[in-house]
Structure formats: structure tokens, C-alpha cells
């Protein structure tokens, strides 16, 4: 149980196009979920915490207009990386907590990479 | 705001222990340990949320002190499988389950 998963698991898109990244909890219902950012070999940022019918809340330093998070319903967030540029290449991780529960599950992550 | 672990790197021989720590400078709600092999997604290993609690997982274990501020992942007898990095993810009290990750500490296990 508690699987999550993202698609696409890979994406090349070319600069100044727009990709959108899902996270979708396939067994259990998520009130919460989490979009995370990871570069080699460095730990994981927190960009910012999805509440299902709800604004996202974002970090500090994350822009708002440039990473749009949508949460649709208890069982699919998506990630929109608005007009990428090659620093925005990255592996995009997402995770999703049980409705009333502690524990974060992660999903296999998206590969990021804007030519 | 982010924990320090520790140490950065460990490298073992198949069957040594090794102890990697996470230290806050304020309270903690809870403490979430994870293991992330390269290229993947990490993975839950335990969670702890009371102060002195000490909890297992087959050869690995943790624990969290009681002022809730330092937690220490034990693992013993380790094994190839227990190769990667694993970090420590914390939760301050009203942060909604938001999670603050150390910088990691890799760990290789050689035959």
C-alpha cells in the first residue's frame, strides 16, 4: 500500500516551453501533498506543500507564477514549470501523506532537463 | 533551519555497524529517516515522535532523545542492500507535516 506516482519519469523540453509533472497516491486518498527539488547529490528542498481544494504554499525563494501547483483532487497534484529554463533542470520529487496520517511517501520522481 | 548530520560519509566493510546522527537546534515534533539509492526516490524507513523513543526495522533502528533535538539511525551488521544516502527529515511542531531534510550522509557497504 501507499504507492505514489509521477509522470512523466523523464522529460527534455526546450527553453522557454512549459512542462507539466503528476503525482498522483493510486491507493490511498492525500489531503496533503509535497513537491520537492533535488540536485546531484544534494539534499531535498521543499518548493512547496499542496492541500487538495486549496492555494499551494510555497518556500521562500520558490516563485509562485513560475512553478504552478494544482491539486485537483485527493489523488492527483500536478506540477507546472512555466517557461523553463536550463537552471530549472532537476529531478522533481513529489510525496503524499494518508489523510490523517505522519508518513511521507515519495514518488520515483521526474528527471528534468531544459536544452 | 535545516538539521546537521553525521557524518557526511561512511564507508564499511559487509557486517561493520555504523551510527549516522541528525541534530536540530530547536524541538522537534517528529523525526523521519529515509534511504535513497541513486537515481530513485527515497524510501521510509521509521519515523519517531515520541521523546526517548527507540524504534526497529529489522537490522536498523533509531532513536530520539528526550529533549527532541538529536535522533541517531543504528545500523547493524550492515549489509551491500544498505548502500546509499539516507537522510533525516524534520518536522517542527505547527509546520503541517512539512518536512526539513539533513544534507545526507552516504553510506557504502563493500564486500
Known amino acids: 500500500g501507499a504507492v505514489v506516482s509521477q509522470h512523466p519519469s523523464r522529460v527534455i523540453c526546450k527553453s522557454g516551453t512549459s512542462v507539466k509533472i503528476e503525482c498522483r497516491s493510486l491507493?490511498?486518498?492525500?489531503?496533503?501533498m509535497f513537491w520537492y527539488r533535488q540536485f546531484p547529490k544534494k539534499s531535498l528542498m521543499l518548493m512547496a506543500t499542496?492541500?487538495?481544494?486549496?492555494?499551494?504554499?510555497?518556500e521562500q525563494g520558490v516563485e509562485k507564477d513560475k512553478f504552478l501547483i494544482n491539486h485537483a483532487s485527493l489523488t492527483l497534484s500536478t506540477l507546472t514549470v512555466t517557461s523553463a529554463h536550463p537552471e530549472d533542470s532537476s529531478f522533481y520529487i513529489c510525496?503524499?501523506?494518508?489523510?490523517?496520517?505522519?508518513?511521507?511517501?515519495f514518488g520515483p520522481g521526474t528527471r528534468l532537463l531544459v536544452l | 533551519q535545516q538539521p546537521v548530520q553525521s557524518p557526511q560519509a561512511v564507508i564499511l566493510r559487509e557486517g561493520e555497524d555504523a551510527v549516522i546522527n541528525c541534530s536540530s537546534s530547536k524541538a522537534l515534533y517528529s523525526v523521519h529517516w529515509y534511504r535513497q539509492k541513486h537515481g530513485e526516490a527515497p524510501v521510509f524507513l521509521m519515523i519517531?515522535?515520541?521523546?526517548?523513543e527507540q524504534k526497529g526495522h529489522e537490522k536498523i533502528s533509531a532513536s530520539f532523545n528526550e529533549k527532541k533535538q538529536q535522533s541517531s539511525l543504528y545500523l547493524t551488521a550492515s549489509q551491500l542492500s544498505y548502500s546509499g544516502t539516507y537522510f533525516c527529515?524534520?518536522?517542527?511542531?505547527?509546520?503541517?507535516?512539512?518536512?526539513?531534510f539533513g544534507q545526507g550522509t552516504e553510506l557504502s557497504v563493500k564486500p
Open positions: 519517531l515522535l515520541k521523546g526517548g
Open positions: 527529515g524534520t518536522e517542527y511542531y505547527n509546520q503541517g507535516g512539512k518536512l526539513i
Open positions: 510525496s503524499a501523506t494518508l489523510i490523517g496520517g505522519e508518513t511521507q511517501y
Open positions: 491507493d490511498f486518498q492525500a489531503t496533503t
Open positions: 499542496s492541500n487538495e481544494g486549496s492555494k499551494a504554499t510555497y
